[in-house]
């Protein structure tokens, strides 16, 4: 039956994305916020679809956290999941990804209309460069920076580097850190074609003051909250590491 359920899901995606993407194409010469609050609907669409079909949904913990003003949204990566929940429950907002995902086909086209901060992972000194830069102009135009501080997408049960760039940035721009747990890879594992039914949870913490503060301490900061809050999850789901 999980079989059958995730290939429901996949055929909708294969369906929806490709039009979509098209469309994506289309307002490009809207502003960029509300070019991006359209866009966010095919992951509206998504969810409500993995819902549906896999009978995988999600509960939010903590948006009282959610601070007034633009922030730095630092989240814990373990699956696609979060990547379209992220922006159901936060301000408009842009990803820093690999440059590599906007040569995708159709995924990669709707993806740059949303003005992702694309940076090369293979030159560290124009990477930063870029991300500075970009960021910068992100924050001027309404946006919220979602950055994944490990760089890609962790099993559950295990810990990547926690890397200072995202804090680095956001100690340049004036903006908080907002901390975010998610332990969406317990029921959606990286780079698995099953969805497996239950319950994600995300849970956000309280805004985190980024001024004279130093990278690496704020890193380990939001390294600390988010490894503590996930070891403590009371339940565990079917992919959770026996």
């Not at 990803?95 to 995708?104: P, Q, S, T, Y």
């Not at 780079?191 to 980024?210: A, Q, R, Y």
Request: aromatic letters at 10%; proline letters at 10%.
């Amino acid at each position: 039956m999980i079989w059958i359920r995730s290939i429901l899901y996949w055929l909708g995606m294969a369906i929806i994305t490709p039009p979509y993407a098209v469309f994506c194409i289309l307002i490009l010469p809207l502003p960029p916020v509300l070019r991006t609050r359209i866009i966010t609907g095919w992951s509206r669409v998504l969810l409500w679809w993995l819902g549906v079909t896999c009978g995988l949904k999600g509960r939010i913990v903590g948006k009282e956290n959610i601070p007034a003003g633009p922030a730095m949204i630092v989240c814990k990566h373990q699956s696609a999941w979060e990547t379209m929940a992220l922006q159901m429950v936060f301000p408009p907002m842009v990803f820093v990804i690999k440059r590599e995902l906007l040569k995708l086909p159709f995924f990669g086209w709707g993806l740059k209309a949303t003005s992702p901060i694309a940076i090369d992972r293979s030159n560290r000194s124009e990477a930063q460069r870029m991300l500075m830069e970009q960021g910068q102009d992100r924050i001027r135009h309404g946006y919220w920076i979602t950055i994944f501080p490990e760089g890609t997408r962790i099993a559950p049960g295990e810990r990547g580097k926690y890397k200072p760039g995202g804090a680095r940035l956001a100690i340049s721009l004036g903006i908080p850190l907002v901390p975010v747990m998610v332990n969406a890879g317990e029921y959606w594992p990286r780079n698995s074609f099953l969805k497996h039914p239950g319950t994600i949870t995300m849970k956000i913490g309280k805004p985190i003051d980024t001024t004279g503060r130093d990278p690496l301490e704020l890193t380990r900061e939001v390294e600390d909250w988010i490894e503590t809050e996930l070891a403590a999850m009371p339940d565990r789901g079917p992919c959770f590491p026996k």
